[in-house]
């Protein structure tokens, strides 16, 4: 029950998840909130669920937290593994689990119980990447609440969708100021270069993996001005390996192997499309101009975009409006995806 760290520039996300996850209001049994990858959904999730069940003793039956690794390269989690992982923590002893057939009744005979009892529980089911890992989670009775985040818009889930943005650019530099200042208060940096740190996260695109990573590497180094750190990222080739760090585990955290984990998962037509919107120059693509890069009919180029976004690798903005934008790490990666196609090719 520790409380997490304070999480910068969430305020309305934070507000709109906990209107959606009160008990006491009538509304949906599962909330899905989707974004790009290394957007902070996690972060975001642990911290509402430490407000709604500690903060507010809305779920006298607790939290579960089950981690599908819906991304992992070595596999994610079945829907059976992860009910087994719930019925354990609802307090179920190994000797007693069902078989495989039978674990989704006991799941929510489990849970009705809870609920008999006055003692609604919150369900946190994080990295998901299909419907199919969560849907025998979805809690039968309305007491209960499932929170669930992916990459990927699972819509055949009956769930209320929350689309998780990057952060405003205040936000961003005051995510790193914050990181900085609480492991040294007498750094100055964030103070003293506030133009340059400002330039840092405009350059990291406002996505909280990015200004994390960065802000990991300053904290390492409390001699590197922050203009340096600046002029690094400047250049576009170099950024994305720029922002990785090995931390004293020997762990690389990594803003690319973020997206490959995303990538790796498209199908053949998706995958090329997404590496032919990298070469079209400016903000953002139309449709129209999609369709000329894939070089395909029209009727089949929108439904791969559509699983692009859907997979929030590129967003159409405004929504119906034809036009598609890719988050600027992102379109550096495809960049990158597309130069060794060519060269293979």
Known sequence: SDRPGRLVGRDGEVGELLGLLDPRRPGPSAVTMAGLPGVGKTA???HVAHEAVFARSWFPGGVLFVDLRGYDADGQVTAGQALDELLRQLGVADADLPPAGEQAGRYQSELAHLADAGKPALLVADNASSAAQVEALIPARSEHRLLVTS???LASIPARLIDLDVLPPSAAADLIAQVLTSARPGDRRARDEAAALQQVAEL????????QITAEILKADPGLPVAVMAAELQDPPARLAALSREDGGGRTRAVRAAFEASYRRLGVEQARLFRLLALNPGPDTATEAAVALADAPAGQVRPVLAVLAGASLVTEQPVG??????HDL??????ELARDAARED
């Open 44 to 46: 975001l999730a642990l």
């Open 321 to 326: 409006g034809n036009r598609w934008r890719m």
């Open 204 to 211: 990291c695109g406002g996505l909280p993996l990015a200004l």
């Open 151 to 153: 990459r990927d818009i």
């Open 330 to 335: 992102i379109r550096l990666y495809a960049v």
